[in-house]
């Protein structure tokens, strides 16, 4: 058996785990004596709040109704003027204020917010809860962006209505365009339309890290002050602040950033910048993770694995290895069906093996530690997505197959009958009694007992694994014939040979 080459492979450094294994979950763990201490005060402050609370709201919707009178619904083409505008940035702030005091927030705001003219955009984060909400209130309501479907929801439906809000459609599949559009033409309207409030990132996180911002924000071009959420109690719950005496909530406005010409022309940099801002003054690290990633969470557990497990940082992913979601979607399923049957979500050389239908063999740990990036002895999705993408797939090529097919086809009649095949991989493995009928009966796919190029194509094309398994076993075999024929040369040489081993090897080394 050809020996097993143990020196370490050179890692792409932009393409190792972030910072932060999963911005999405937040692991809350109350004490019994903070339960005990809740429910005592909830005895108390629940009826109360909530007398004071259905007060506020009994004052503010109508309020709402007066100010949006007459006023168009959905697409409104200029801004509220006059008394209109006075009584949303005094009234309805003065109200909301009230509502968040009631629940128990106590503000605290650091900084100053410039006017509509100098900064027209504000971007919020992190983004950890509904709570967030209260930012709109301290801020003076400025615009957001809302789904249609929020204007209908009884009472609230007013309140959001006050915001003209930058309206977004499900149904209409014109809908992101037009939002860009909108938020480009307010951002460019010279301070004749209110600020409009983004939380760039997209969704919620447990403010462990800042996540990629999306672009919306930053397409106009225009300055944006970046705000700061900073919450001292560390259990942001529903529960804990529906039963505790006092919240507080601290907000933070940094000075506005003023976009370079580069940064006008590439809003992805802009956004970058503008996170990195945010982040050091944060004290917190960024990841590449996306919504997208709370996507496939999601689909993740769909198939029984982990949720942690579809966590890749896909704009990272997406970016560098040229991949939509919709392949990395597939490429889940793939590894679902080696992970399922192990716990965590994880995949050990055994659970490889075994997927492959192969013994474990020098040639296939090799692969194994290629496609382990951090060498703790599994393979996670992230790690499987990167390996199939960079390793496999530019291995399945014509000229690969063709030479693997011609090695099984001895007999060269351009067919693999099942004896060729077992006997060839009976000695490149090194097993005498490996039984390779079920792989066989897989790759000939219209059962004739004899498989085709066509069948041996197609079948490595949908698992590209097998393709970098064979180059890896030539690979192997090329460095054992050069160990046999230059035995003294490879033990003087020492450092030296082992660099030029490594410059032999398949990498994942790529300029960043």
């Not at 580069?262 to 940099?269: N, S, V």
Request: aromatic letters at 10%.
């Amino acid at each position: 058996m050809p020996p097993q080459r143990v020196f370490a492979l050179p890692r792409q450094q932009s393409l190792l785990l972030p910072a932060v294994i999963n911005p999405f979950v937040q692991d809350t763990k109350l004490s019994k004596a903070a339960v005990i201490k809740c429910v005592l005060l909830g005895i108390f402050l629940v009826p109360l709040r909530a007398i004071l609370l259905s007060l506020v709201l009994m004052v503010t919707w109508p309020v709402s109704v007066i100010i949006t009178f007459k006023h168009p619904l959905k697409g409104a083409t200029e801004p509220m003027r006059g008394w209109r505008r006075f009584m949303c940035r005094r009234v309805m702030a003065a109200l909301g204020r009230a509502y968040y005091f009631c629940m128990g927030f106590r503000v605290v705001v650091k900084g100053k917010q410039v006017s509509s003219s100098e900064a027209p955009i504000l971007a919020v984060a992190p983004h950890s809860t509904f709570f967030d909400g209260i930012v709109c209130i301290i801020a003076g309501l400025p615009s957001t962006v809302s789904r249609v479907e929020n204007l209908a929801t009884p009472i609230f439906g007013r309140f959001v209505r006050c915001l003209q809000p930058v309206l977004v459609s499900r149904k209409d599949p014109d809908s992101r365009k037009n939002t860009i559009q909108e938020i480009d033409s307010r951002a460019k309207s010279r301070g004749c339309w209110p600020q409009v409030l983004i939380f760039p990132e997209g969704t919620c996180t447990n403010r462990s890290c800042l996540i990629t911002f999306k672009q919306g924000a930053f397409i106009p071009g225009v300055p944006v002050q970046p705000v700061l959420i900073r919450y001292p109690n560390r259990l942001v719950t529903l529960f804990y602040v529906t039963f505790l005496a006092t919240f507080f909530f601290f907000l933070q406005f940094l000075p506005p950033h003023n976009p370079t010409e580069e940064e006008k022309k590439c809003p992805a940099l802009f956004a970058c910048r503008v996170r990195e801002t945010m982040a050091h003054a944060l004290g917190v690290p960024v990841t590449d993770h996306t919504y997208e990633d709370c996507r496939l969470m999601i689909s993740a557990g769909e198939l029984t694995l982990p949720m942690e497990a579809g966590l890749v940082e896909f704009t990272k992913i997406s970016r560098k290895l040229q991949l939509k979601w919709d392949s990395v979607r597939k490429e889940l399923e793939g590894f679902a069906a080696m992970a399922r049957s192990c716990k965590g979500g994880r995949i050990t050389v055994g659970e490889f093996a075994t997927f492959l239908r192969l013994p474990i063999n020098s040639a296939l740990e090799e692969l194994f530690a290629l496609f382990d990036r951090n060498g703790d002895g599994t393979i996670d999705f992230r790690e499987y997505v990167i390996g199939v993408t960079i390793l496999c797939r530019p291995a399945n090529t014509e000229d690969v197959l063709q030479m693997a097919f011609k090695l099984f086809d001895t007999d060269e009649d351009e067919k693999i009958t099942r004896e060729e095949f077992t006997a060839l991989l009976r000695s490149t493995l090194g097993v005498s009694d490996l039984n390779m009928t079920k792989l066989f009966k897989e790759i000939d796919a219209d059962g004739s007992g004899f498989i085709t190029f066509s069948e041996f194509q197609s079948f490595a094309m949908k698992h590209p694994e097998y393709a970098k398994l064979f180059t890896t076993y030539l690979e192997l075999q090329r460095y054992q014939a050069i160990q046999e024929a230059l035995p003294g040369d490879l033990e003087l040489s020492g450092g030296t040979d082992s660099g030029d081993r490594q410059e032999d090897s398949t990498s994942d080394k790529k300029d960043d």
